[in-house]
């Protein structure tokens, strides 16, 4: 416990004393936040998007119209609820061949639009019938905050601790280290715990601050959010160690970490839904860590939801964080 | 040439194989407690290599290495101190706060500022490692290899680039740390060094031990020829006053 505390204490020490990386941690992810605020949340989706629970109902009139996204969706209730937070103007499903509910959004200018152009192009032989639902908007930016820190615990976690061991390795720190009777699980556990308390502070004083300026929704518990981000920055971190464990070449460290990060940052849905993507590419995002701590802690902040309704995410971080850690600590070497 | 007691470690046919190339091929000596044993070699000789797998560092292809007559295990950690050949420290931490790092590793640690004492630390103990020179720099990796009151202290060129000031009085150290009893193993390319600080010699090219005895006995049997010997007498008073400490000679 002494050793791993000292090493622990050491770490940090080292970090909050490297200004600049100290300083970027905590300026790139609140320029990003602002940005996009800014630039973003008044026109972010510019085409309608409607939301089909059938195949079939794309040979018709209406679905043959440009400029109006159609996502297949064979969820109706999981549509219905992102219509309620305006993530889709519209949602169809068959009620029989000649006769379809359509679903909008009593407070959606898109959603009457909408309806007026589904009117127009009307046939006699199917006819629409009309549901409300109501619910507020989320903004883009309510949406995108969730993304923004999980790109943050993920470029912290996957650059602040992978490449640092990589450095350690290069210029003989670990290999002194090794010479003493410190363990290598002592070692690690440090840079995991030192590394998590900076994250969750970082991503603290990220959230606060950009509470205050933006306002952004946040409908679930924090206590919640707490555990996806701690699991999430563990998940991470371990990988971190998975791709550091062997290498002693800095260049090489830095291409594998954005081979890996760059992918889960167009794919794992930090700034754009994944909503209507190829199926292929919504099962690869499925393997990202990423996809998993976005998607949780976004079920969190816009929809409220509780531990039960995410486990799966949860389980899925756990069992990739015990999967990277051990192999990590398996293959570690200190040379 | 001074008797000491049983040796303190035995190395019985060492092997390290890299890929195709033998580093180190077959080598055995053993080490006198209290002594100071030097392996000189030119680069590429399989000093490092050799020394490595005493520490425990690298894992020889085959061969023994005994220490107090048993095979070296985990608890070899607590009674040796290493001075590595090539090592950085933590960055942004001070000197102080690297040797309490260290010291929160061992069971029975040194205290700090009798550390600091003992290697000339003082003038630079609050300054960052990545401030330090060169000589000051090797003087705290000493200290490191200190920490634990060690038996034995590997040493591996641990002058190499300093200027012959900061190389004579790091010898002055050496010798204060060799009045203490510990056992020292040091690797170097400089005869003079060996001459100097060593009480027994193996001297090694490409993987092999070519020669081995103490520094006066080598270099009567290979030298003899070429060795011009003053005596002592005969040596002016002032050439043969002892250097200054450390820190006098830092100063001027």
């Known amino acids: ?335 | 040439m001074i008797k000491y007691d049983s040796p303190i470690i035995e190395v019985k046919n060492l092997i390290k194989h890299y890929s195709k190339a033998k580093a180190v091929n077959g080598i055995s000596f053993s080490i006198a407690r209290g002594s100071c044993f030097g392996l000189l070699g030119p680069n590429g000789a399989g000093k490092t290599t050799t020394l490595e797998m005493i520490e425990g560092i690298t894992q020889p292809s085959s061969g023994e290495i005994l220490f107090c007559g048993a095979p070296t295990g985990p608890s070899f950690k607590e009674k040796s101190g290493i001075q590595f050949q090539a090592t950085s420290l933590q960055d942004f931490l001070t000197v102080k706060e690297v040797l309490k790092l260290f010291s929160s590793f061992y069971q029975a640690p040194l205290n700090i500022q009798e550390l600091a004492e003992l290697c000339s630390l003082e003038e630079f103990w609050d300054r960052d490692t990545h401030e330090l020179s060169g000589g000051q720099r090797q003087r705290v990796l000493l200290a490191i290899a200190l920490i634990n009151n060690p038996e034995v202290v590997f040493l591996d060129e641990p002058t190499t680039g300093l200027d012959p000031q900061a190389r004579r009085a790091f010898w002055e150290l050496i010798q204060s740390i060799k009045r203490k009893n510990k056992t020292i193993i040091l690797t170097t390319h400089y005869m003079e060094e060996a001459y100097i600080l060593c009480d027994e010699i193996v001297i090694m090219n490409q993987g092999t031990i070519i020669a081995q005895g103490g520094p006066k006995d080598l270099l009567q049997k290979h030298f003899n020829s070429v060795t011009l010997e003053i005596p002592k007498k005969d040596i002016s008073k002032a050439l043969r006053q002892p250097l200054p400490s450390w820190g006098n000679s830092h100063k001027r």
């Open chain 1, 1 to 335: 416990m002494k050793r791993f505390l000292s090493v622990f204490i050491a770490r940090n020490k080292e970090f909050i004393r490297d200004r600049a990386a100290l300083g970027w941690s905590l300026i790139f992810p609140i320029l990003v936040i602002f940005g996009f605020a800014f630039s973003l949340s008044d026109h972010s989706q510019s085409l309608f998007k409607v939301g089909l629970s059938d195949l079939s109902l794309l040979n018709n009139n209406f679905t043959q119209l440009k400029y109006i996204d159609f996502v297949p969706n064979s969820n109706l209730e999981n549509m219905i609820s992102m219509l309620k937070r305006h993530q889709l103007d519209m949602v169809i499903a068959p009620e029989s061949k000649s006769l379809q509910k359509y679903w909008i959004n009593s407070t959606s200018p898109k959603g009457y639009l909408l309806e007026k152009i589904l009117k127009g192009v009307e046939q006699p032989t199917l006819r629409y019938q009309k549901q409300i639902v109501s619910g507020n908007e989320i903004r883009y930016v309510d949406w995108l905050i969730s993304g923004l820190l999980g790109m943050n615990l993920m470029f912290s976690a996957l650059f602040g601790v992978g490449y640092n061991i990589v450095r350690y390795r290069k210029n003989g720190v670990l290999k002194r280290l090794k010479a003493t009777p410190l363990t290598a699980f002592e070692f690690l556990l440090a840079q995991i715990a030192s590394r998590l308390i900076l994250i969750i502070c970082v991503s603290s004083m990220i959230y606060l601050g950009c509470h205050w300026y933006i306002h952004f929704q946040m409908l679930g518990s924090y206590f919640n959010l707490f555990i996806v981000l701690c699991l999430g920055a563990i998940c991470m971190i371990s990988l971190s160690l998975l791709v550091a464990s062997r290498i002693s070449s800095e260049e090489l460290a830095g291409g594998l970490l954005n081979i890996i990060s760059w992918p889960m940052m167009f794919l794992s849905g930090v700034w754009f839904s994944l909503e209507g993507a190829h199926p292929a590419v919504k099962k690869l995002a499925l393997l990202f860590p990423l996809t998993h701590i976005i998607d949780a802690s976004r079920a969190i902040m816009t929809e409220g939801a509780g531990l039960e309704k995410i486990s799966g995410n949860l389980i899925t971080l756990g069992c990739m964080t015990v999967l990277f850690l051990g192999t990590s600590s398996i293959i570690f070497k200190w040379k």
